[in-house]
């Protein structure tokens, strides 16, 4: 710490001379004196003998000084009561010095290896939290959440690149089938959801959707960081043909029902993210890259139910959001 920094204990709280006049006493001052005007005044007034004009000057002669002194007096309380506010504030910091310099004192008394291990454990207790909480884009509600296989869960963003689900699934030529991409991108509901782990793997072992499933759940997990969960948004539902269109190529205000969402705070707390984050901003754009290529192709084949059921996951509410922060149903 510098050796010139102020002693805070030379400062107590709420000590010290208050400069001014105390309002009371500026109170009672100032009736005082507008009580010995008003004598003054009937003392030299004389209403038989002067006209309106003379008891308009006597008037003036004897209240001016009275309100003269009135505001001086006022001045004087008013300046004691922020001198009293100052020395008050001037306490608070105090404390506030005292208390941040006490908690650097403690901090500083811990090992170099105690500090390492309460890194390490604050570092375990963010991840463990981010698996466990985030991968369901929810608020956790049910603690059982804490035992599902390590098998099955989505992977962290170190993760990604050798992710496995302990399946042996073969990789083919064949489209991945709407209900399971549509599941998959909806990611399962909860530990007993196997219609979604099992869609989950195939959308894994399918080279064409894995990219935007990774990306999708990394997305996810970013912006549940936040506080941020798709199942609390509740976005404006956009017709089947304005996706078509989407599909299509077209974008700018054509597309405009596509970006629905309208929560204020969700909507700039994701900008400003954005913004920050070069991570959050590259992992943004590779999902919209990776979704408007997979949803084009899955367009080509779906009715209007499956696309509205698509639109309805959790993947396509993350999509809009984003994609309405970037601009992409405006410009």
Request: contains cysteine.
């Amino acid at each position: 710490m510098s050796a010139d920094r102020p002693d805070p204990a030379q400062h107590p709280k709420g000590t010290g001379k208050a400069h001014g006049l105390d309002p009371r006493l500026a109170r009672n001052l100032s009736v005082a004196v507008w009580l010995v005007a008003g004598a003054g005044f009937l003392l030299m007034a004389d209403f038989g003998q002067m006209d309106p004009l003379t008891l308009g000057a006597v008037a003036l002669a004897a209240f001016m000084p009275a309100t003269i002194i009135s505001f001086g007096l006022l001045v004087a309380a008013a300046a004691w009561s922020l001198s009293r506010e100052t020395h008050h504030l001037q306490g608070a910091v105090d404390e506030l010095r005292r208390a941040v310099l006490q908690r650097e004192a403690d901090a500083g008394a811990l090992s170099p290896v105690a500090q390492s291990r309460l890194e390490d454990l604050t570092s375990a207790q963010a991840e463990t939290d981010t698996r466990l909480t985030m991968f369901f884009s929810q608020r956790a509600r049910n603690p059982a959440l804490a035992h599902v296989p390590q098998s099955d869960m989505p992977p962290t963003h170190e993760q990604q690149a050798t992710f496995s689900l302990g399946t042996d699934a073969p990789l083919t030529d064949a489209p991945l089938p709407p209900a399971d991409l549509i599941r998959a991108l909806n990611f399962p509901e909860n530990e007993d959801d196997a219609d979604g782990f099992h869609s989950l793997r195939l959308a894994l072992s399918d080279p064409r959707v894995a990219p935007l499933i990774r990306a999708a759940q990394d997305v996810l997990t970013r912006l549940a960081q936040e506080g941020i969960y798709m199942d609390d948004l509740n976005p404006d539902r956009a017709r089947p043909e304005f996706w078509r269109a989407f599909a299509q190529g077209t974008r700018g205000a054509m597309i405009a029902p596509l970006g629905g969402i309208r929560d204020r705070s969700c909507l700039a707390i994701t900008s400003g993210r954005m913004r920050s984050d070069p991570e959050f901003r590259a992992s943004a754009h590779l999902f919209l890259r990776e979704f408007d290529r997979v949803f084009s192709i899955f367009s080509q084949g779906a009715d209007d139910s499956q696309i509205t059921a698509i639109a309805e996951t959790r993947s396509a509410r993350a999509f809009m959001l984003v994609g309405r922060v970037t601009g992409v149903f405006s410009r």
